[in-house]
């Protein structure tokens, strides 16, 4: 059974950086893109980052380009989001998440992890 584990998340000062990690196992995850998304009170889930798991393609929302990297490490079978520069609307739970290459919907989530950035 795939399980996706969010860590990392905690309360920063607006400019700040964090680190989230996603544990993934449970399969492999070639023909995969594991991505970043994030849901703020009383807003829709929003997309942040995604990554091929094979290709290493990267994808970003506008609003977080320059400022996030999305990466990760095959052997550990872990994607990170790094996080700089953050904001007080980067406050949100920021959940992992992944997809088959060759449909539009993400088939698993994990727990989600909050991210708070006070200013």
């Known amino acids: 059974q795939v399980q996706l584990v969010e860590s990392g998340g905690g309360l920063v000062q607006a400019g700040g950086s964090l680190r989230l990690s996603c544990a993934a196992s449970?399969?492999?995850?070639?023909?995969?893109?594991l991505g970043w998304f994030r849901q703020a009170p009383g807003k829709e889930r929003e997309f942040v980052a995604a990554i091929g798991w094979s290709t290493d393609t990267t994808f970003y929302a506008d609003s977080v380009k320059g400022r996030f990297t999305i990466s990760k490490d095959n052997a550990k079978n872990t994607v990170y989001l790094q996080m700089n520069s953050l904001k007080p609307e980067d406050t949100a739970v920021y959940s992992c998440?992944?997809?088959?290459?060759?449909?539009?919907?993400?088939?698993?989530w994990g727990q989600g992890t909050q991210v708070t950035v006070s200013s």
């Open positions: 449970g399969r492999t995850f070639s023909g995969y893109r």
């Open positions: 998440a992944a997809k088959r290459l060759n449909i539009k919907t993400y088939d698993y």
